[in-house]
């Protein structure tokens, strides 16, 4: 299952192939005008390319409102450290 | 080398570790008030990660301004067919 927030129009972007999300986007927009796309670390790249294929196969009347990027501070799996990681936020509006 | 544009203040994100781009980025801050770093598919995560790093760590007077993703369209290497691959360009700004 592709979690979502408590907030139920978001979509956190994990390991699964671009197009599970896709769906999920799709499946969002349904219930709602707004969706927003979230990731961090390795999977910002898969975010953007899940909004832009919402955008270019799909939902043309979708536009991105707001994108903002920012850091975590999680402690990695590996060094046991803390480490910043990076994180982004998509918005879409069907509106 | 690091590739820049013809405009001189555009830094693209390629195979390297992030440290090389932040230091670029930090160069060309020293020429230029406004930096912009363009990156395409799997770069996309660090070039969102070397903006981060830049104004965490060294320079926290820097903003961003400005964030833009769209689409690429480009031959595949290795099936030899056209596909979308998605970008992003962050906007710095020191003003």
Do not use: C, H, Q, W
Not at 29 to 56: L, M, N, Q
């Amino acid at each position: 299952m592709i979690k979502t927030d408590d907030e139920d129009n978001v979509i956190f972007i994990g390991n699964k192939a671009p197009m599970n999300y896709v769906v999920a986007v799709l499946t969002e927009f349904k219930k709602s005008d707004d969706v927003v796309v979230k990731a961090r670390g390795r999977a910002i790249s898969k975010a953007v390319e899940t909004v832009e294929i919402v955008r270019k196969k799909f939902l043309s009347d979708v536009s991105v409102t707001d994108i903002k990027i920012g850091s975590e501070n999680i402690i990695d799996d590996k060094t046991n450290k803390p480490m910043d990681i990076p994180t982004i936020e998509l918005y879409m509006s069907s509106k």
